[in-house]
C-alpha cells in the first residue's frame, strides 16, 4: 500500500455520493478537557490563514466488495463516529480569542446522503472529490471528518469509499485502521451481524492527559536536555550546519538526469513537488531483512544504514540529521482510537568510522536511538524551554512496517491506499518509507525548484545503494565525484 496524493490514486468513474455528518446545535456543550499541543497549534494556524487555509487533509482509499446499500452506508457512518470520540468533537473561540473544545454525545450525528454526479469520468470524479475534500475539512469548521463513495461504472459487486480528515482528529495508523474498520462496520450493517470490533478509549482524553504531561516539564528533564544536545550537535561546517536540522547541502551542484525509477508530478503552483515509488520489491525486501539480520541488526538499522551512505555519497558526509515521527500510543486503551497520535523524536545517524554497510549497521543503529527516550514527553513544552520551534521546518523521515496491519493481505485487492492533500509549497522534506506485504515503498514531499532535482538524485541513489547491498551483499561508503555530470 503506497502513501500518495489523491491525484496519483487511480479513481474509476461512477456516480459519487458524500456521507455528511451532522448534529443540532443544541446538542453540542463545552468541553473542559484540552486540546494535544499539536491539536492546539494546527487550529491557530487554520485561524491565522483565515480564507487561504485549503487543501489540508489525510485520508484514505478502499474498496468494499459489495454492492452500495444506502442504508448500510448510512449506519456504518452513524457507527464509526459513535466509536470515536475524537469525530464528536471541536473547536470554538470565547470572547477573548482561546480555543476551547466542544463535544457531541454518541447519539447526536446523522448522515445527510449528498449525490455529487452521476455517471462522472475518472476526471470527473477526482475534481470534484479533491475540491470538496480542499474546501471542506478544517481543524475550525466540524465535521473534521467526511467520506464519499463512487458506485463504479464497470462493476455492480463493489463500490469505492474515501475518506479525507483533518489532522487533528486522524494520524497515519488511522488511516489504516480504518480500512478494517469500516469494512467491518459496512458487513454489519449490510448482514445485521455483529461487527466484532473491540473498543478504545478516546483521543479527548489522551490530549488532556498529554497537556497535564506537558505542565510537569522542567529544564532539568532528561527529555530537555536531549534535545538541547541534538541542537547542539549541529556543526556549522556541516552538511546540516542549523540546529533543526534541514534537507542536506550537497557536494556538487552540477547538473544531473532526472531519475528514471521514481513516479513523480510536479503539483500546480504553490505546492509541494510530490514523488512515491516503490524501492524493492517482496523478494527484496524479504532478502535484505535477511542481510541485515546476519549483520546483527534489523531492517530499520539497514534502512538508515543506507540513508547514511546515500548522504556520504552525496555530501560527502555518513552523518545524518533529521526528525522521526512516532506514534504515542503508549497503552493499549489508545489502540486504534482515531485520533493524531503522534510525537516527534531527533534522530543523528553516525556511521563512527565505518567503512562499508555490514560495519556501519550496527553503528548506525545505534546512533539511531540515542535520542529515543525524549519521545514520551511532548516537544512544545520542551521548545517552549529552550527557544525551539514548535512546528519546525526541516528533514522528516518516517519508517512504517506495516506488514502485520489488520487486513494487510487484502490491500493490494481492494486498491487500498492512504492519501494526503496538496501541500503549500515551503522547504520542509519529508520521507516517509514503509514496508508492506508487496515490498518497500518511498512518498516524498519536497519543494519545487532546484531541491526538487537534488531530491530526486538523493531517493536514486538510495534506491541504488539498497539494490546494491542486496545483490553484492556489502557496500563500501562512498564520497562524491564533483563536478561529474552522470546520472546517479
Not at 464497470?154 to 474515501?162: E, G, I, M, S, T
Not at 538508515?304 to 552523518?319: D, I, P, V
Not at 523524536?345 to 525524549?374: C, M, N, W
Request: glycine residues 6%; contains cysteine.
Amino acid at each position: 500500500m503506497e502513501y500518495t496524493e489523491l491525484a496519483d490514486y487511480p479513481l474509476p468513474g461512477g456516480d459519487l455520493t458524500a456521507w455528511v455528518p451532522e448534529a443540532p446545535t443544541a446538542r453540542w456543550s463545552d468541553d473542559p478537557r484540552r486540546l494535544s499541543y499539536m491539536h492546539l497549534e494546527h487550529a491557530h494556524r487554520a485561524s491565522a490563514e483565515g480564507d487561504a487555509w485549503y487543501s489540508q487533509w489525510i485520508g484514505t482509499a478502499f474498496l468494499i466488495e459489495r454492492p452500495l446499500d444506502r442504508a448500510a452506508m448510512d449506519a456504518t457512518m452513524r457507527r464509526w463516529y459513535e466509536r470515536h470520540e475524537a469525530f464528536r468533537t471541536s473547536v470554538r473561540f470565547d470572547d477573548a480569542g482561546e480555543l476551547h473544545r466542544i463535544t457531541l454525545p454518541a447519539d447526536a450525528v446523522s448522515i445527510a446522503e449528498r449525490p455529487m454526479g452521476t455517471g462522472l469520468s475518472s476526471t470527473e470524479v477526482f475534481e470534484q472529490m479533491n475540491e470538496y475534500f480542499n474546501t471542506t475539512v478544517s481543524p475550525l469548521r466540524w465535521p473534521h471528518c467526511t467520506a464519499v463513495t463512487v458506485e463504479l461504472a464497470d462493476r455492480d459487486d463493489a463500490f469505492l469509499v474515501v475518506f479525507g480528515a483533518d489532522h487533528t482528529v486522524m494520524d497515519a495508523y488511522t488511516q489504516v485502521f480504518a480500512i478494517k474498520e469500516l469494512t467491518a462496520l459496512y458487513e454489519s450493517a449490510a448482514t445485521d451481524t455483529p461487527d466484532g470490533l473491540a473498543d478504545f478509549g478516546s483521543y479527548v482524553d489522551f490530549s488532556d492527559a498529554e497537556r497535564e504531561l506537558g505542565d510537569q516539564i522542567r529544564e532539568t528533564d532528561e527529555a530537555v536536555a536531549g534535545w538541547s544536545r541534538f541542537f547542539s550537535s549541529a556543526r556549522a561546517d556541516s552538511t546540516q550546519p542549523t540546529p533543526m536540522p534541514a534537507f542536506p547541502a550537497f557536494a556538487s551542484d552540477a547538473s544531473r538526469e532526472r531519475p528514471t525509477i521514481t513516479a513523480s508530478r510536479e503539483p500546480d503552483t504553490g505546492f509541494q513537488a510530490t514523488l512515491s515509488s516503490w524501492l524493492l520489491d517482496a523478494e527484496q525486501t524479504a532478502a535484505f531483512h535477511a542481510l541485515c539480520k546476519d549483520a546483527g541488526a534489523n531492517m530499520q538499522a539497514g534502512i538508515y544504514t543506507a540513508l547514511s551512505m546515500t548522504a556520504s555519497s552525496l555530501t560527502g558526509s555518513g552523518e545524518l540529521r533529521f526528525l522521526n515521527p512516532i506514534h504515542t500510543r503508549s497503552e493499549l486503551k489508545w489502540g486504534e482510537a482515531a485520533g493524531w497520535f503522534v510525537g516527534i523524536i531527533p534522530v543523528h545517524l553516525r556511521p563512527q568510522g565505518a567503512t562499508t554497510f555490514r560495519e556501519a549497521i550496527t553503528r548506525v543503529g545505534s546512533s539511531a536511538g540515542d535520542y529515543k527516550h525524549v519521545g514520551a514527553a511532548p516537544f512544545a513544552p520542551i521548545a517552549d524551554l529552550i527557544g525551539g520551534d514548535t512546528t519546525p521546518p526541516g528533514l522528516v523521515v518516517s519508517y512504517i512496517d506495516l506488514r502485520h496491519g489488520e487486513g494487510a493481505e487484502l490491500w493490494d485487492a481492494r486498491a487500498a491506499r492512504v492519501l494526503r492533500s496538496s501541500t503549500r509549497n515551503a522547504d520542509e522534506v519529508y520521507f516517509w518509507i514503509n514496508r508492506v506485504p508487496a515490498g518497500t515503498n518511498i512518498s516524498s514531499r519536497f519543494p519545487t525548484g532546484a531541491q526538487a532535482d537534488s531530491v530526486h538524485r538523493f531517493i536514486s541513489t538510495f534506491h541504488r545503494i539498497l539494490t546494491t547491498v542486496i545483490a553484492e551483499g556489502d557496500l563500501a561508503y562512498e564520497l562524491p565525484v564533483v563536478g561529474s555530470t552522470s546520472s546517479t
